[in-house]
């Protein structure tokens, strides 16, 4: 479960209309941040149109049970399903983990990222992306942004994580990828008061997605709000990643030479809130 599946996993979820769900976990072999925090998206989402918690038999693989461990899963997990004891004393030797899984519901919450991720992220960039020494200030600052998104705009629970890994298979390089999503009004939901009415029947959430991703609209009326996300995407094309982001029925992505994912997909099952992914990869060699 990762970028190249979540959309398919979730778009199953959101048009599920079987009275009890479960979601059957155990031959899971590889889960990254986006996979992650999907499934728990998934889970709320399932939760809030049954009415109850959806029951979920976890992954009998060693290392993604480690793995999820490590990353905190079985703690947020359980808040949304209904599952067995949690095995969070399995630690993946694996994985090189930025920011285990971490609810955003306040502002305090996105301060207490960035300070926890600092220290991490300056080791990270340098030793396995290559990066600067002074990509470690843009970095937090454009973490901050992404989950202040959150905060501002969803008016609804969500998560964030990111994990640093070697990329072998696809790209052949180190990678860190950070998920934020969460399951509040989604883009159209947020700037339809201010400005549904410029676009007339055009209006949707791939109009939405345009506006807010490239045009950098806002709902908020004070100057100079509403440019986090472009921030966001004039740093990840400096250091050559892709970030994707969905809400509602549509995704568009700022997508990178070395990727291949369309720039707008629409029509897709309509899933409440907002999931951006960031890809950053490490810096090829001379």
Same mark, same amino acid.
């Given at each position: 479960?990762?970028?190249?599946?979540?959309?398919?996993?979730?778009?199953?979820?959101?048009?599920?209309?079987?009275?009890?769900?479960?979601?059957?976990?155990?031959?899971?072999?590889?889960?990254?941040?986006?996979?992650?925090?999907?499934?728990?998206?998934?889970?709320?989402?399932?939760?809030?149109?049954?009415?109850?918690?959806?029951?979920?038999?976890?992954?009998?693989?060693?290392?993604?049970?480690?793995?999820?461990?490590?990353?905190?899963?079985?703690?947020?997990?359980?808040?949304?399903?209904?599952?067995?004891?949690?095995?969070?004393?399995?630690?993946?030797?694996?994985?090189?983990?930025?920011?285990?899984?971490?609810?955003?519901?306040?502002?305090?919450?996105?301060?207490?990222?960035?300070?926890?991720?600092?220290?991490?992220?300056?080791?990270?960039?340098?030793?396995?992306?290559?990066?600067?020494?002074?990509?470690?200030?843009?970095?937090?600052?454009?973490?901050?942004?992404?989950?202040?998104?959150?905060?501002?705009?969803?008016?609804?629970?969500?998560?964030?994580?990111?994990?640093?890994?070697?990329?072998?298979?696809?790209?052949?390089?180190?990678?860190?990828?950070?998920?934020?999503?969460?399951?509040? &009004?989604?883009?159209?939901?947020?700037? #339809?008061?201010?400005? %549904? /009415? +410029?676009? !007339?029947?055009?209006?949707?959430?791939?109009?939405?997605?345009?506006?807010?991703?490239?045009?950098?609209?806002?709902?908020?009326?004070?100057?100079?709000?509403?440019?986090?996300?472009?921030?966001? &995407?004039?740093?990840?094309?400096?250091? #050559?990643?892709?970030? %994707? /982001? +969905?809400? !509602?029925?549509?995704?568009?992505?700022?997508?990178?030479?070395?990727?291949?994912?369309?720039?707008?997909?629409?029509?897709?099952?309509?899933?409440?809130?907002?999931?951006?992914?960031?890809?950053?990869?490490?810096?090829?060699?001379?």
């Amino acid at each position: 479960m990762d970028q190249s599946s979540i959309d398919e996993f979730l778009d199953e979820v959101v048009q599920f209309k079987g009275e009890r769900v479960l979601f059957d976990a155990r031959h899971l072999r590889w889960v990254d941040p986006n996979g992650m925090v999907g499934l728990l998206l998934a889970g709320s989402v399932a939760g809030e149109t049954l009415g109850m918690r959806p029951r979920i038999e976890l992954p009998d693989n060693a290392d993604v049970q480690g793995y999820l461990g490590r990353m905190g899963f079985y703690s947020h997990a359980q808040k949304v399903f209904e599952c067995e004891e949690d095995t969070s004393g399995a630690v993946s030797r694996a994985s090189d983990v930025l920011l285990e899984i971490t609810a955003i519901n306040t502002n305090h919450d996105v301060h207490e990222i960035v300070d926890q991720v600092q220290g991490r992220a300056s080791a990270m960039l340098t030793s396995k992306l290559g990066y600067p020494s002074s990509s470690v200030i843009p970095f937090s600052v454009m973490l901050s942004e992404v989950c202040q998104n959150i905060i501002e705009h969803a008016d609804g629970p969500g998560w964030v994580a990111a994990q640093a890994y070697n990329w072998a298979k696809r790209l052949g390089r180190f990678v860190i990828v950070i998920s934020v999503m969460d399951r509040g &009004r989604g883009f159209k939901g947020s700037l #339809s008061d201010e400005h %549904s /009415a +410029r676009y !007339g029947d055009r209006w949707s959430d791939s109009t939405a997605l345009e506006a807010a991703f490239l045009q950098g609209l806002t709902r908020f009326a004070d100057p100079g709000r509403g440019q986090g996300l472009q921030q966001i &995407r004039k740093q990840v094309r400096k250091w #050559s990643g892709l970030i %994707s /982001a +969905r809400s !509602g029925t549509a995704r568009i992505s700022q997508v990178p030479e070395w990727d291949d994912s369309l720039p707008m997909v629409d029509g897709m099952a309509p899933l409440p809130g907002t999931q951006i992914s960031i890809t950053l990869p490490a810096v090829v060699g001379p």
